[in-house]
């Protein structure tokens, strides 16, 4: 039985995580850090646990084995690095730090600790997007030219999101550092090593923060990516469109086209989705540890290359430039 602590509800997700967890017959959430005391408190007692006022007793405890850190994205980096110096298992929320090296230095640490580590990178759970990264691994799309991903909401102009999603200071940006990083990821699994990104952000409700943002990205394979995202859509649909040299594929919400010259003689045709079984983050961490197998999918090296894409397309917008990644 793998036993978790949650660190912090500040997240969105911080409550579903934790069910997720309960809901695993291999692991149970026995204990709540929050650097809100009393969140905190009534936290732990709606989930049966105890709360631990201590960030410190939580990584002596010896009863705990892993931490789930859904703190203000501002805390990670101090969080993630003496937990694996504390030899806790770590599952986060994205982004993993705001700044390269604090990202590099919890690498290095949950490395050298043997650390079973994941980051919250859902998107790669679903089927449509696995059917599409099967066509280009199978190279059915040829070389891979360009792909472009739309993932936007209405919680800003809808008032839906918690007035803290806006805070620079605790957040490190926006909807691109929040629901951006989705399309960031994505693109990295798709497209390869990025190069640099150019970064248009806009204000649309007056908030501190970016809530309609695009950035531009050019990868090292000479592919061209583009992630737009926005807290300020309404009836928006989630898009992924990705093209190559011998074919393309769109992908718009649960549906999946593709066009290839080897599969479907030049012609579109809608694809019949099979099952991948792809567990959700969680559940992917929970049996990591278990098992004690390696994290292919949502692992350290994939969260640190998300960290500096995020610091490129915040240094490119607030220096009006192209910034290396």
Known sequence: MVNVAMISGWHVHAKGYARE???NENARVTAVWDEDEKRGKEWAEELGCKFIKNYDDVLKDPEIDAVAIVSPTDMHAKLILKAAKAGKHIF??????LKNEDAEKAAKAIKDGKIHFTISFPHKCGDTLNFVKKLVDDGKLGRITYARLRNCHSGSIDNWLPP???DPK????GAMMDLGAHSMYLLNWFLGKPLNIQSVFTNITDRPVEDNAVCLIEFQNGAIGVSETGFVSRCDRYEFDISGTEGAARVTDGTVEYCSISDTDRKWVTAELPHYYVPSPINYWI???VNDSDNTLFGIDEAVELTKMMTAAYKS????IKADV
């Open 164 to 166: 803290h999603f806006y």
């Open 170 to 173: 605790q957040c490190g940006g």
């Open 317 to 320: 917008f607030r220096g009006g």
């Open 287 to 289: 049996d990591s540890i």
């Open 21 to 23: 967890i309960n809901e």
């Open 92 to 97: 986060t929320e994205k982004v993993l730090t």
